[in-house]
């Protein structure tokens, strides 16, 4: 594909596009009246930062990500290794590394080779992007967090056909704005 900026490459950054999605949030008594298998939010994290690339210490992290992920974690009672899939923010390449470095699931400097080497696969360690991400689906910037919490639903429900991660319990999802300025985390689970 053509050069964007290098490195990135036109296939590197997602597209901008129209779109919409929807959820219905609801009491776990109402939940339970329509549907057998409800998935249930058990911790959330927002958190901001600089909106400018150049006020950052190190432009290769997102504290916005790192604070809302901490306080998401906390507020689920989980650590990171027990998110088995996830559907974080990839509005280019590079961003997927950052997040998943960001987010704990691998150490600062080794999500590219992690990503490689299959960790981040439908049977890795944890399974990123099941959907193909922003990049694959495209970016409806308003429509962006619930399509990504709709697939994690969709995983925790085993209704992902073949993008299914077998016998996935606990999901994430990781939205962020304005080149990282806020970020937002919410852990899911199939009780």
């Known amino acids: 594909s053509t050069m964007v900026a290098e490195p990135l490459r036109l296939l590197d950054c997602s597209p901008i596009t129209d779109g919409a999605a929807c959820l219905v949030l609801a009491s776990e008594k109402k939940a339970k009246e329509f549907v057998d298998n409800p998935v249930y939010i058990i911790g959330s994290g927002q958190a901001s930062s600089t909106i400018s690339l150049h006020g950052r210490e190190n432009i290769a992290v997102m504290d916005a990500t790192i604070n809302a992920a901490k306080e998401a974690y906390k507020r689920a009672g989980i650590e990171a290794k027990q998110v088995e899939v996830a559907e974080v ?15 704990g699931f691998f150490e600062k400097g080794e999500g590219g080779r992690a990503v490689k080497e299959g960790r981040t696969d439908l049977d890795g360690e944890v399974a990123i992007n099941t ?8 970016h409806p ?27 996935a319990e606990i999901g994430l999802t990781h939205n962020v704005g304005g080149t990282g300025a806020t970020a937002v985390v919410h852990i899911f689970k199939k009780v």
Request: with cysteine; net charge negative; hydrophobic share 40%.
């Open 89 to 103: 923010h990839d509005c280019f390449t590079i961003a997927e590394i950052v997040a998943i470095e960001d987010l």
């Open 131 to 138: 959907s193909g991400g922003l990049k694959a689906c495209g």
């Open 141 to 167: 910037v308003g429509a962006t967090g619930i399509k990504q919490a709709v697939e994690i639903v969709w995983q925790l429900r085993g209704e992902a056909g073949e993008r299914q991660r077998k016998d």
